[in-house]
Every structure is written in C-alpha cells, then in structure tokens.
C-alpha cells in the first residue's frame, strides 16, 4: 500500500493532502491570498503531525504541476522537489486541470472542460471525457461566444474551475454547465496513485512545472520616488 504525500498550488486555494492506496487519510485547505510560500511547508508538517508520521514515512510526493499561477508553481514544485529529495522518494506530477476532471467525473455531461483562470477572459483549459480523459492539447484559450460549439452540440458540458465563472455570461449555450472549483491535493490522490503503481516518476534534477505560458512581470504606474 503507497503512502503519498500530495500537495496543489496552481490556483488561490493551496491544498495539501496524505493518501493512502488512493484513499485520502487527512488534508488541509487555505484560500488566503499570495501566501502559498509562507504556508505549504506548515500545511505538510500539520498533515503529517495530524497521523503521527514524518515525510520519510511516506512513499511518494506528489505534486499539481500547472498549468496556473507562477508564483503558486514555482513554490508548490520546489516544496515538493525538497521533500522527495531529503526523503530519497519519487515524485509524482499530475496535471492540474486533470485533477479538476476528476473532480467532474461523477457530475452528468458528455464533456467535462476544467478552466483555470488566465487574464480577462482567458483561460488554461482542455477537453476532456467524461470519464476524466484527456481528448485535446492543454492551451491558454481566450473565451468567446463561440467556444467549444462542437461540444456543447453534442450535450450537456460541464465548464468547471477558478475560471469557469467568468465564462458564464459569453458561453450562453443551453447545454452549458458552469461550477467554481478549484484543482485539490485530496482530489489527485486516485491519480497519484495510479502514476505510483505504473511507476510514472519525474527526474528531481530536471523537472519543471507546467506553466504554458512564460512569466510576464509588470512595471507599476505609480510614482515610485
């Protein structure tokens, strides 16, 4: 039975969860803003303590591993990459949006498209069945009235996600199914469990989040001296 250690910070919400042979054991949920350096290794060490263990008890890390936030990446994969490393575990990356796939797997439709939100009317997004696979490349999509007409023809679509709100009053297609969520550790423990028992690690030494986009950084308008 693997003991994985799973932890999400694509998305607002940061999230860390302890599985165990896919089964969720104890999580953690904060949705505080711009603190996911200050709180995910707190939010492990609380998991952990929460069972009695320690990292080294653990068989796997595994993380969500974009597309989303930079900043939310840059520090989820980095906490991640240290726990394996100090462990000697494997690590174990999963899509964000096929996290929240799962998440949709259960709701009726004939396609689920996880959102995740971009900028303005922007989104990272993919088509997927709705038994959770992936049917089209991940791309960051600029949302008109017109997008995803095929599938909406053939029935009910569920758009969920941070960026499927938004999305509500362009995609006005009766077939159109909108749910706010957010990308879960405890919703990647099926997953992580099934990359744990066909052994799809990544290389510690080389592995980057999915970020889809490069960083753009901005310069402030205000007077600064």
């Excluded at 492990?44 to 993380?63: F, H, P, R």
């Excluded at 899509?95 to 989104?123: K, Q, T």
């Excluded at 029935?155 to 995609?171: H, S, T, Y």
Aim: overall charge negative.
């Amino acid at each position: 039975m693997a003991l994985i250690l799973l932890l999400e910070t694509s998305t607002a919400k940061l999230s860390v969860a302890l599985a165990r042979d896919g089964k969720v054991i104890a999580s953690r949920e904060c949705s505080e803003p711009r603190l996911q350096a200050s709180l995910t290794a707190p939010l492990v060490k609380e998991v952990l303590d929460s069972q009695g263990l320690k990292v080294t008890d653990c068989d796997a890390v595994a993380v969500g591993k974009g597309p989303g936030s930079y900043t939310g990446l840059r520090v989820g994969v980095s906490t991640a990459k240290g726990l394996a490393f100090g462990a000697g575990l494997p690590l174990i990356a999963i899509g964000s949006l096929d996290v929240l796939a799962a998440e949709a797997a259960a709701m009726p439709g004939s396609h689920i498209i996880p959102m995740i939100d971009a900028r303005r009317m922007e989104v990272y997004t993919a088509v997927f069945s709705p038994d959770g696979k992936q049917l089209t490349p991940v791309e960051a999509k600029i949302i008109g009235p017109d997008s995803f007409a095929d599938e909406l023809a053939a029935g009910p679509v569920v758009f969920i996600g941070d960026g499927a709100l938004k999305c509500r009053e362009v995609i006005t297609h009766p077939n159109a199914r909108f749910v706010e969520a957010w990308p879960l550790a405890a919703h990647m423990a099926p997953l992580a469990q099934a990359a744990w028992e066909e052994k799809r690690f990544e290389d510690l030494a080389y592995f980057e989040p999915f970020y889809l986009k490069d960083f753009v950084a901005t310069v402030s308008r205000k007077n600064l001296f």
